[in-house]
């Protein structure tokens, strides 16, 4: 299902070297509210999912969130900030109390939902710690591709809950690969 490309999903633009902001964005890569916890999640809610429309949507977000781990990752390293560890920005390493446990659907994708909010949060707070003009644009672009996986989620959700034809669960992927367009 995975495979590797080696461009990155979005440019990453940085001018001003910042080790400090380097190490502000290890909350994205391997925090709470991470990329990487994103991921994982969404890729343990795929592997318990019995609707495989939804099945393709997990996998597919989750792939892209690997995506935005990468330019995460090629952020810090561009700006001099620390070793690449899945911690948080204080060091404290990585858990899997990070990801959602849920089994059933709607459970589940609350879960995605309410992930996606806290990572935009996060995002925005983080966006008015930087000056730097291609920081602030990934950050935006980051934030922004929340907000799409957010709403798909809250989609599928009531889907479920109205017991939606096939065509209708398909429109999900649909939405997904055409927000993709934008890019």
Same mark, same amino acid.
């Given at each position: 299902? =995975?495979?590797? &490309?080696?461009?990155?999903?979005?440019?990453?633009?940085?001018?001003?070297?910042?080790?400090? =902001?380097? !190490?502000?964005?290890?909350?994205?890569?391997?925090?709470?509210?991470?990329?990487?916890?994103?991921?994982? $999640?969404?890729?343990?809610?795929?592997?318990?999912?019995?609707?495989?429309?939804?099945?393709?949507?997990?996998?597919?977000?989750?792939?892209?969130?690997?995506?935005?781990?990468?330019?995460?990752?090629?952020?810090?390293? /561009?700006?001099?900030?620390?070793?690449?560890?899945?911690?948080? &920005?204080?060091? %404290?390493?990585?858990?899997?109390?990070? +990801?959602?446990? *849920?089994?059933?659907?709607?459970?589940?994708? $609350?879960?995605? %939902?309410?992930?996606? %909010?806290?990572?935009? %949060?996060?995002?925005?707070? #983080? =966006?008015?710690?930087?000056?730097?003009?291609?920081? /602030? /644009?990934?950050?935006?672009?980051?934030?922004?591709?929340?907000?799409?996986?957010? #709403?798909?989620?809250?989609?599928? !959700?009531?889907?479920?809950? #109205? &017991?939606?034809?096939?065509? $209708? =669960?398909?429109?999900?992927? +649909?939405?997904? /690969?055409? *927000?993709? $367009?934008?890019?």
């Amino acid at each position: 299902m =995975f495979s590797y &490309s080696k461009p990155l999903f979005y440019p990453v633009n940085v001018q001003l070297h910042d080790p400090v =902001f380097g !190490q502000v964005l290890l909350e994205h890569y391997g925090g709470k509210d991470s990329e990487y916890s994103a991921a994982s $999640q969404y890729l343990n809610h795929r592997s318990n999912m019995r609707n495989h429309y939804l099945r393709d949507l997990l996998g597919l977000i989750a792939a892209e969130e690997m995506g935005h781990m990468e330019m995460i990752a090629v952020a810090i390293n /561009k700006l001099g900030g620390p070793p690449l560890c899945y911690v948080n &920005s204080q060091g %404290v390493p990585w858990n899997m109390s990070y +990801v959602d446990q *849920s089994l059933d659907p709607i459970a589940m994708l $609350q879960a995605d %939902v309410e992930a996606e %909010v806290r990572a935009r %949060v996060l995002y925005n707070h #983080h =966006f008015t710690m930087t000056n730097d003009p291609g920081l /602030k /644009k990934m950050i935006s672009f980051l934030g922004s591709r929340e907000d799409v996986h957010k #709403h798909l989620f809250q989609k599928a !959700q009531t889907l479920i809950l #109205h &017991s939606a034809s096939p065509e $209708q =669960f398909n429109e999900l992927i +649909v939405s997904y /690969k055409a *927000s993709l $367009q934008n890019i």
